[in-house]
């Protein structure tokens, strides 16, 4: 069974710019989340969708947006960045998006703003 | 708030040697803790979790957590380390209503060196 994919693996962009990252879950995983990690604040939750439905959403700007379809396959969004945006950027899935459901995390997205 | 702190930034032990790494963390209600190790370049892989019922929780790799309520701590051990233990360790509390895997709040890990 493949596990969470996150594409790109690395991206570098220019402050000001947007960017899409890509985020497939496991197969037959409903739930998806997102978390931005860095040296400075650890690991944060940006927000999580279940059914296509965003059900939490932690303490970031508006410029932080994320979406997820009918196949479960999510994208987050952020425009205009910043160079504090620079992160490893983790999706993590799971079946049923509960708190008895395991949390399963890809790789993660390098993002590198200069 | 919830809140969950890990007092060791990095640790250094001796391969063979016994392992503990503190998690406090600040909840109002029975708190939803969980274990979790990075390698480098790599997700998150959940090592242990405790929900309710004995306080003493298994988890793979050969690790164990501890659940102590008066103390607000959880924390992992290890008998003996071996050199492939060496990793980020992040202890992390989810709300236990309502709440979902997915929303957990990450302490900011400790990492952890293996001398041969």
């Known amino acids: 069974k493949a596990g969470v994919t996150q594409t790109p693996r690395y991206l570098i962009k220019t402050r000001g710019q947007q960017v899409t990252l890509s985020c497939s879950p496991i197969?037959?995983?409903?739930?998806v989340s997102w978390y931005q990690q860095t040296p400075g604040q650890g690991l944060q939750f940006l927000f999580e969708?279940?059914?296509?439905?965003?059900?939490n959403k932690g303490n970031f700007p508006g410029r932080f947006s994320g979406r997820q379809f009918s196949n479960s396959r999510s994208e987050m969004n952020v425009s205009t960045l910043e160079l504090g945006d620079s992160a490893l950027y983790l999706c993590?899935?799971?079946?049923?998006?509960?708190?008895?459901?395991?949390?399963?995390f890809g790789n993660g997205t390098r993002l590198t703003v200069t | 708030a919830q809140s969950v702190t890990q007092p060791d930034i990095h640790i250094t032990v001796s391969e063979g040697a016994s392992l503990e790494l503190r998690c406090n963390y600040s909840?109002?209600?029975?708190?939803?803790l969980f274990w979790y190790v990075q390698s480098p370049g790599q997700g998150l892989q959940l090592l242990l979790k405790?929900?309710?019922?004995?306080?003493l929780v298994q988890g793979i790799k050969g690790f164990e957590a501890e659940f102590k309520r008066s103390q607000s701590s959880f924390n992992l051990r290890k008998p003996s380390v071996h050199w492939s233990d060496a990793a980020e360790y992040f202890c992390?509390?989810?709300?236990?209503?309502?709440?979902?895997?997915?929303?957990?709040?990450f302490g900011k890990g400790t990492k952890l060196s293996v001398k041969p």
């Open positions: 969708y279940f059914s296509e439905t965003q059900r």
């Open positions: 197969s037959g995983h409903r739930s």
């Open positions: 992390a509390v989810g709300k236990n209503y309502g709440g979902s895997q997915g929303n957990l709040i």
């Open positions: 405790y929900f309710s019922g004995d306080t």
């Open positions: 993590a899935s799971s079946k049923q998006g509960d708190l008895f459901s395991p949390l399963h």
């Open positions: 909840y109002g209600a029975t708190p939803y």
